[in-house]
Nanobody, 125 residues
Framework: QVQLVESGGGMVQTGGSLRLSCAAS????????MIWFRQAPGKEREFVAA????????YYADSVKGRFSISRDDAKNTVYLQMNSLKPEDTAVYYC??????????????????WGQGTQVTVSS
């Protein structure tokens, strides 16, 4: 099992950019698909993006496709979420999670039992 710590959130104006990081503990990071989720105030947690365990595939929610990019650096045990052209509706707490030998597809947040503290992203209009 990996432990995850998200960082990089902040407040930006519409159209701005942020890069989120998720640092993982453990020596088996490279064997985990990494997934980003987000939860806006008053809404359920939702899938944002995933990268397969071998980094060969990526999958995005329609709402972020073309604006967000997920990547991983296995040497640093870190997954990134580059967010460009941010919109007020991207405002949320962003969380990462991991799936052993997982692929890149739309994951359900209800399938994960453990979560980090998340990182807050606020986009002002």
């Amino acid at each position: 099992q990996v432990q995850l710590v998200e960082s990089g959130g902040g407040m930006v104006q519409t159209g701005g950019s942020l890069r989120l990081s998720c640092a993982a503990s453990g020596r088996t990071f490279s064997m985990f698909a990494m997934i980003w989720f987000r939860q806006a105030p008053g809404k359920e947690r939702e899938f944002v993006a995933a990268i397969s365990w071998n980094g060969g595939s990526r999958y995005y929610a329609d709402s972020v496709k073309g604006r967000f990019s997920i990547s991983r650096d296995d040497a640093k045990n870190t997954v990134y979420l580059q967010m460009n052209s941010l919109k007020p509706e991207d405002t949320a707490v962003y969380y990462c999670n991991a799936q052993f030998l997982g692929g890149a597809y739309q994951y359900e947040p209800g399938n994960f039992d453990s979560w980090g503290q998340g990182t807050q992203v606020t986009v002002s209009s």
